[in-house]
T-cell receptor
Framework: GAVVSQHPSRVICKSGTSVKIECRSL??????MFWYRQFPKQSLMLMAT?????????EQGVEKDKFLINHASLTLSTLTVTSAHPEDSSFYIC???????????FGSGTQLSVL | LAKTTQPISMDSYEGQEVNITCSHN???????ITWYQQFPSQGPRFIIQ???TKVTNEVASLFIPADRKSSTLSLPRVSLSDTAVYYC????????????FGPGTRLSVLP
């Protein structure tokens, strides 16, 4: 099956710093990538949808200036959490699809802890 | 977007068959139904996908009635390692579609 690689798997940072999370589709071209965050014992919450070469579409309540998403190629999307604060601590998950009623493939997630 | 409803939690014993039903009353013509499994601190893992009738693979079966307003994931002879959260996701995977997860079903398999 298709593989989505997400890095890093865990990151700890100080408050005020920025953190970049990478999401790569290893063996297919991802026309659309999605970014989710998940708090303990809760469901995945969609943050934004990005299509290759265009600006990401953010869900209501998600600050686009804080969560910068770049989808510059068909195999790579990045999420940058800018000026991270403790309330940004969460599990972030990316997913990708090649469209055409194919499955949605997920990365392994990134646990962000902001001190 | 089709909204999904699932039981919040289910308990089962090892070796039993588990059926988890998802309601999606406003499913659209082009929508597919996909089920995912998630373990703690991991990304969701694809289990099975279908459009109508019955689909079976090596790990599960998916039953979809003719009206497609619900679907049932069937896990045969569960083991302790099947303890996880199961999500049904309904949508059209064409370009630009976004996907919203429901609360999922937390399955606990007991010895």
């Amino acid at each position: 099956g298709a593989v989505v690689s997400q890095h890093p798997s865990r990151v700890i940072c100080k408050s005020g710093t920025s953190v970049k999370i990478e999401c790569r589709s290893l063996d297919f071209q991802a026309t659309t990538m999605f970014w989710y965050r998940q708090f303990p014992k809760q469901s995945l919450m969609l943050m934004a949808t990005s299509n290759e070469g265009s600006k990401a579409t953010y869900e209501q309540g998600v600050e686009k200036d804080k969560f910068l998403i770049n989808h510059a190629s068909l195999t790579l999307s990045t999420l940058t959490v800018t000026s991270a604060h403790p309330e940004d601590s969460s599990f972030y998950i990316c997913s990708a699809t090649s469209g055409g009623n194919e499955k949605l493939f997920f990365g392994s997630g990134t646990q962000l802890s902001v001190l | 977007l089709a909204k999904t409803t699932q039981p919040i939690s289910m308990d089962s014993y090892e070796g039993q068959e588990v059926n988890i039903t998802c309601s999606h009353n406003n499913i659209a013509t082009n929508d597919y139904i996909t089920w995912y499994q998630q373990f703690p601190s991991q990304g969701p893992r694809f289990i099975i996908q279908g459009y109508k009738t019955k689909v079976t693979n090596e790990v599960a079966s998916l039953f979809i009635p003719a009206d497609r307003k619900s679907s049932t994931l069937s896990l045969p002879r569960v083991s302790l390692s099947d303890t996880a959260v199961y999500y049904c996701l309904v949508g059209d995977f064409d370009y630009g579609q976004n996907f919203v997860f429901g609360p999922g079903t937390r399955l606990s398999v007991l010895p």
